[in-house]
């Protein structure tokens, strides 16, 4: 994991699986490039350290999702085909 801590996949209170997939893309180079996203699940192996857990401060703070906010990709060029 890159700054969530080695069993944070395991141990995590809330499943995300809208930033896992956000990972994913980013990994494979197709991530939306209007709005970048911050890995938290996968990392470079080769050239990222392996992130730390932290210490909570605030047991009662609300849940501060990791996901970037969904935007519209209608009007935006597709370079998959070619298309603006």
């Keep these: 994991s890159s700054g969530s801590g080695s069993s944070a996949w ?3 209170r809330l499943a995300e699986p809208d930033v896992v997939l956000q990972d ?3 990994v494979v180079g197709t991530e939306n490039e ?3 996203h911050v890995r938290s ?3 470079d192996v080769y050239t990222e350290p392996v992130g730390d857990l932290g210490v909570c401060e605030d ?3 609300p849940l501060v999702l990791k996901a970037n906010t ?3 990709i209608l009007g935006y060029p597709d370079r998959r085909r070619g298309v603006d």
């Design 10 to 12: 395991f141990e995590y």
């Design 59 to 61: 047991t009662d703070a």
């Design 34 to 36: 209007l709005v970048p």
């Design 70 to 72: 969904c935007v519209s």
């Design 24 to 26: 994913f893309c980013a």
């Design 41 to 43: 699940w996968f990392r």
